[in-house]
Nanobody, 123 residues
Framework: QVQLMESGGGSVQPGGSLRLSCVVS?????LGWFRQAPGAEREGVAS????????YYKDSVQGRFTISKDKAKNTLYLQMNSLKPEDSAMYYC???????????????????WGQGTQVTVSS
């Protein structure tokens, strides 16, 4: 059983930064960050596969968000810079043993999910 625990959410003004963390019980998983705003579907934000593969990003966050992993700490991060009000959502980390590169943003590809952490961007 894979367990994930997110933290680091909060409220920030537009243009600000936050770093989300997700402690994962183990290594060698495909990992992803998703978000869901009220009334909207859950969407993939970024994904990182094991072995140093190039990460994937949603177009609207490319250049502003960075996904990374500290193997020693079994922790996945999402550094979010230049935040916009439209980035406000509940953010989730997700994991599975294998996720195809073309499917990284499909929530059905991930079996294991954290409980989520809220990000609010508002002036």
């Amino acid at each position: 059983q894979v367990q994930l625990m997110e933290s680091g959410g909060g409220s920030v003004q537009p243009g600000g930064s936050l770093r989300l963390s997700c402690v994962v019980s183990g290594n060698h998983y495909c990992l992803g960050w998703f978000r869901q705003a009220p009334g909207a579907e859950r969407e993939g934000v970024a994904s990182k596969h094991p072995g140093g593969a190039i990460p994937y990003y949603k177009d609207s966050v490319q250049g502003r968000f960075t996904i990374s992993k500290d193997k020693a700490k079994n922790t996945l991060y999402l550094q979010m810079n230049s935040l916009k009000p439209e980035d406000s959502a509940m953010y989730y980390c997700a994991a599975d043993y294998y996720v195809g590169g073309s499917s990284w943003s499909h929530e059905v590809e991930y079996k294991y999910w954290g409980q989520g952490t809220q990000v609010t961007v508002s002036s």
